[in-house]
């Protein structure tokens, strides 16, 4: 019998072979290895991002005070001794303020300098005074030690966000303000307190004054007519193209638009919110109102789109042995599928919703760029959301603004972050696995 060789070539394939593996295996390390670095740089970065915010914005949540010994002269408040509300709210009360620093430090005694040491003091000191007399006036004729907001400038210094060490020419606080400054240190006099005032204010041009607490309620506002628009809408649309509307050339025009609405730039939005709601229709300027209108738009596709793909989610045999007891297709849809889908409805609301909320460009163009010191008390009333305020402190020329801007970035972040756990958290208590 004749003995079959083997060619060559066939002799040398498994070290091909071998080779070829080790290569494929080696590139798939490599692969592996690239996509690990990128989670880390990626990490990375956040982390850089997270704590550039909070070390300039972690000092807005404290709030420098003075004590000062104020003399409520019964003499100058109420001369006739009426206590009459009238004429105790006319009272100049900054004056007793102003006597108060002059008592601390006799030895100033020119104008210039007397004008600079009341400006240790923030503005609205007088409206303190005046509010503890209306509310207790049994104090006139008495002397109280009241702590007051110190100045933007003297809060920054004192915080350490102006250092002393550069020259006098180059930073906003005088040597003579230090040394101020510093004998009311000595004294005990000047104190860090909570600034529960940063949540509970609206915004002013003092820094020291300036809070979210409008900015806020105008976000509440805001969404709360966005979600009331877009939920019913973008769920009953998504229902009706994908479990009623006929596949022809129409829906299919109508799902390509939606598609293509997804990725619109926002500020397109807000040119419609101008054109339509203000300019046509004359909705008021600067309303929650008109912009849960204009965010709403923006929404509907995000809320569509993940309607659409919980629906598809939806195993085909719900649908077939509902109908096969008798159902109807409305029956099937609103009974069985809608509820099965309704987590992931949720889920892709809530992430539009965060989406929304984040927002400045459409809310710019309709007016809520506007500088609203009251807090909006419903929906017609002239309001700002979070990140409008973020944009205008921004560009604030004061230096303690900028702490200001990094607070109400960690508060927006934070709404954002709890807005993506309760999405996922929704998901996870209410997903079925087929």
């Known amino acids: 019998m004749t003995e079959i060789t083997a060619p060559a070539a066939a002799v040398k394939r498994p070290d091909l072979t071998g080779k070829r593996i080790a290569k494929r295996y080696a590139a798939e390390r490599r692969f592996r290895a690239y996509g690990l670095i990128a989670i880390l740089l990626a990490i990375a970065m956040l982390a850089l991002l997270v704590v550039s915010i909070v070390s300039k914005g972690y000092s807005a949540f404290v709030q420098t005070y003075v004590d000062l010994e104020i003399h409520f002269d019964a003499a100058e408040i109420d001369p006739q001794g009426t206590r009459d509300p009238a004429t105790l709210s006319a009272f100049n009360y900054q004056s007793l303020v102003n006597q108060a620093l002059y008592d601390r430090f006799p030895e100033v005694s020119g104008r210039s300098e007397r004008r600079t040491l009341r400006g240790l003091v923030s503005g609205n000191a007088g409206f303190v005074l005046r509010s503890m007399v209306l509310e207790n006036p049994a104090i006139i004729g008495s002397r109280q030690t009241v702590s007051f907001k110190s100045s933007d400038d003297f809060d920054t210094f004192f915080k350490g966000d102006i250092s002393r060490d550069v020259a006098e020419g180059d930073r906003r606080i005088k040597d003579v303000e230090i040394a101020w400054i510093d004998a009311l240190d000595a004294s005990g006099q000047i104190e860090l307190r909570f600034n529960s005032s940063f949540f509970t204010t609206g915004d002013s041009r003092e820094p020291e004054q300036a809070g979210i607490w409008g900015a806020v309620v105008g976000s509440f ?176 020329p004061e230096r303690a603004f900028l702490a200001k801007t990094s607070a109400a970035i960690m508060v927006l972040l934070a709404f954002l972050i709890v807005m993506n756990a309760l999405a996922v958290l929704l998901r996870r208590r209410f997903e079925r696995r087929w």
Do not use: C
Not at 244 to 250: E, G, M, S, Y
Not at 270 to 275: D, I, P
Not at 334 to 345: E, K, S
């Open 221 to 396: 506002l805001t969404l709360t007519v966005t979600l009331a628009l877009s939920f019913p809408i973008g769920v009953l649309a998504a229902v009706y193209l994908e479990e009623f509307a006929p596949k022809n050339r129409l829906t299919d025009l109508i799902e390509v638009n939606i598609n293509n609405l997804a990725a619109v730039p926002s500020i397109v939005f807000g040119l419609l919110g101008l054109a339509v709601f203000l300019n046509f229709f004359g909705l008021p300027r600067s309303a929650p109102l008109v912009g849960g209108m204009v965010l709403a738009l923006m929404t509907l596709p995000t809320i569509i789109i993940a309607a659409r793909a919980a629906l598809k989610a939806v195993p085909p045999s719900i649908r077939e042995a509902a109908l096969g007891i008798g159902a109807s297709r409305l029956q099937t849809v609103m009974q069985h599928v809608l509820p099965l889908a309704m987590p992931g409805i949720l889920t892709g609301t809530i992430i539009g919703m965060a989406q929304a909320l984040g927002e400045t460009a459409p809310l710019l163009m309709i007016g809520m760029v506007a500088f609203i010191v009251d807090i909006p008390g419903g929906f017609t009333d002239p309001a700002t959301v979070l990140p409008v305020q973020i944009y205008l402190w921004a560009d604030a």
